[in-house]
């Protein structure tokens, strides 16, 4: 286990822990089907948004910590990120191949504002002309509108906003420092205007809480300008079941059962389903009414637009010189 590091303290009392590691590798291989990419990066091991629901939390076991309170209050820092990711970009078998940035952690938690890793990433693939995808929870992404801009100028990355709800209270609770949804739209609107691609991930999908939301969640980011709308369903794989829990009991009691109980059901009545292709999804009748539910709104609002396909061609590994036509 690493050493104690650094303490922040959170508007909501909630002390982050700061620790410095220094791994041996910042691009992964992803073989995944579910996943649209094939690599990613991950800046920061544990998240400061405390979302209940995280499917990442068991990760934070392999370090020694929980998954429940030490995934959200002992974030583990890669110091050296850039360093690795340039030793990547510069290996010879390293083809411009797409990253995306978080799809375990969010590269835009609170920390990232102090530490700005996320932005020296993306400063290094705008120099390497390395194509880029981002997934945040947080409005801090506009702060590297600049760089985002100018990777846009030659397709070279494509944004999603994760938006889970857009009742205050609820968002309040069950994601507890991520950015408000008021705040996720005006991102998507930004971006959308300084012609970054940006889509909207609601996600996940939670039966009774967040399930009626659909059709209003697909008008208001059509209006704010998002090319698409994505979902995932909600599962509860490893410690993720008893945090998750243990949340409604503490914050929906009434609920609990029926929320529980519905999860099960479009999981094959196993709440923690790893299977391919349906632990995104769900299967079911409840999960096909959603399917339908999201298919109807994107094409009521216009959002089947597909974002153009990030390019390799601006693709530059050190020591060559690349001259774009």
């Known amino acids: 286990m690493p050493d104690d590091g650094e303490a922040i303290e959170h508007q909501d009392g909630v002390q982050t822990q700061v620790i410095e590691i220094y791994p041996k590798s910042i691009v992964n291989h992803v073989p995944s089907p579910d996943i649209p990419m094939n690599w ?9 948004h405390g979302c209940a629901y995280c499917y990442a939390r068991p990760t934070h076991e392999y370090w020694g910590y929980n998954g429940g309170v030490d995934f959200e209050r002992v974030v583990l820092i890669k110091k050296n990120a850039d360093e690795l990711l340039r030793e990547k970009l510069s290996t010879r078998t390293w083809t411009g191949e797409s990253i995306m940035l978080s799809g375990n952690t969010d590269c835009y938690q609170p920390i990232e504002r102090k530490l700005e890793i996320t932005r020296t990433l993306l400063k290094t693939c705008l120099e390497f002309g390395n ?3 981002i997934i945040t929870k947080n409005s801090l992404i506009l702060r590297d509108l600049d760089i985002l801009a100018e990777l846009a100028s030659k397709n070279l990355v494509h944004t999603i906003l994760s938006i889970t709800t857009l009742d205050e209270k609820l968002r309040g609770l069950l994601e ?5 949804a008021r705040q996720k739209l005006k991102a998507v609107s930004e971006l959308s205007a300084a012609k970054v691609p940006v889509s909207v991930m609601m996600a996940p999908i939670i039966p009774a809480l967040n399930s009626y939301e659909i059709d209003d969640m697909a008008k208001a980011v059509s209006e704010a300008g998002a090319l698409t709308m994505h979902f995932t369903m909600v599962r509860l794989n490893g410690c993720v079941e008893d945090v998750f829990t243990d949340w409604l ?11 529980l109980t519905q999860i099960a059901d479009i999981h094959g009545g196993d709440v ?16 096909n009414i959603i399917a339908q539910q999201f298919k109807m709104a994107k094409k009521r609002y216009g959002l089947n637009r597909k974002p153009e396909p990030l390019t390799s061609r601006h693709f530059v590994r050190k020591g060559q010189f690349h001259l774009d036509l």
Not at 272 to 287: C, H, I, K, L, V
């Open 249 to 259: 009991e503490r914050h929906y009691p009434d609920r609990k059962n029926k929320v």
């Open 176 to 180: 507890p420092r991520t950015a408000s």
């Open 40 to 48: 990613s990066m991950n800046p920061y091991q544990g998240c400061e």
């Open 131 to 133: 194509p880029v995808g």
């Open 272 to 287: 923690q389903d790893s299977r391919f292709s349906t632990r995104m999804r769900g299967e079911g009748n409840f999960a």
